[in-house]
């Protein structure tokens, strides 16, 4: 069946329906949490911590237990902002200076993953998959004479 839509915004709140973003799943992934996903999802614009939370809590109005905004885009220290049950936190880093930072938000999503695999609660795996990304990014190999890869094996 056809279904029309009316705008991006309408077409990511379809396609979070469509991949079941609902009350049984866990978290919206970094697939849907760029400041441009998350500010086409909630219609605000999203530039500071004040406005990545105010993004967080209206995604979360489409069911998903836990959001996790990525910031790594804005300015000053690489944070992330991470909201379930009502309750704040950010996840801070320093930034680094590089641009080596190729695979970013895949290599986050999957570094998330494989904590909570390890059987870490969602807060721990968001945690050590932040210290893990800092260290891909600062431990880079510098491959390429454009956008790098971060260091898979850091």
């Known amino acids: 069946h056809a279904i029309a839509v009316a705008n991006g915004t309408e077409a990511l709140h379809m396609a979070l329906i469509a991949v079941g973003i609902g009350d049984d799943d866990e978290v919206i992934t970094s697939a849907f949490t760029f400041i441009a996903t998350a500010e086409a999802l909630s219609g605000l614009r999203v530039r500071d911590v004040e406005s990545m939370e105010k993004a967080a809590r209206i ?85 390429g004479h454009g956008v790098g890869p971060v260091n898979h094996f850091a």
Request: positive net charge; hydrophobic residues 40%; contains cysteine.
């Open 59 to 143: 995604i979360s109005r489409f069911g998903p237990r836990a959001v996790l905004v990525k910031g790594g885009h804005l300015e000053g220290a690489a944070l992330d902002l991470f909201y379930q049950d009502g309750r704040i936190h950010c996840f801070k880093a320093p930034r680094i200076r590089t641009q080596h930072t190729h695979g970013t938000g895949c290599t986050y999503s999957a570094a998330i993953t494989a904590g909570l695999a390890q059987g870490k609660d969602l807060f721990g795996a968001i945690a050590s998959a932040k210290r893990f990304i800092a260290r891909a990014i600062r431990t880079a190999p510098g491959l």
